[in-house]
């Protein structure tokens, strides 16, 4: 596989947990501990983006490079397209985009989007999906389902429980029948270029209407390549509950683990089977 550069985009703003970036996990802020699984990727190069002073300074003391960025950008893809133009990457380079608040997040995965992106010549974006199974899930519109075609490209992304199965769906089913939705994981490749014009693009009409930066991209026409996630994707933190599980996920580790500082459990020890959807 090629080089890429993985960015991880870190606002202090957030509605739900002010500050996520620089909450405690474990002895170490959350953005310490998402760029470890970056640095355990095969990225040649980890950035964290970030416009605040205080993340720039808790980055830098655990050793990460970090680029500062405007603060007015509407989302973490506008951010990542000032980093590629900072750092002066070639058109082709490869960049991936490391949610800021997944500090369990598989490596693998990391590898995986980049190499599925540098295996499609003509896409613009990679992406990954995993199955749903679960009813609940599928009609939650907090979790963004995603329908491809044969070649793997994305068709449409939607918090509708798209496909919609006209016959079992004229009442809410219990079950579902067979393997037909998937979960949109949102992790992202890009290709340089492709950044350099989506910061120039207002944002687009059916992303204004899902709230899903993404389809700004499929409405230009660009190309989404989305792949099977190759291992579970375990869930990131939005709410003071998620972050109460992390920390108790690491706690139990730490436990298990004799002789070990919690400081040092990696989340490659934490199994994703005991992770909450």
Known sequence: M????AVIPARFASSRLPGKPLLDIAGEPMVVRVWRQALASQASRVVVATDDARISEVAEKAGAEVVMTAADHPSGTDRLAEVAERLGLAEDAI????QGDEPLLPPALINQVAARLEEDAEASIATLGESISDVEMLFNPNVVKVVRDFS???LYFSRAPIPWDREAFASRPELLAHDAWLRH???YAYRASFLAAYRHWAPAPLEQLEQLEQLRALQHGH????????EP????VDTQADLERVRALFADAAAQSAGTQSENISPEDISPKKKER
Request: no cysteine; glycine share 16%; proline share 4%.
């Open 152 to 154: 793997g490209r994305a």
């Open 185 to 187: 994981i949102g992790l």
């Open 2 to 5: 090629s080089d890429f550069v």
């Open 223 to 230: 190309r989404i390549q989305v792949a099977l996630a190759g």
């Open 233 to 236: 994707h375990p869930a990131g």
């Open 95 to 98: 960049l991936v985009n490391v």
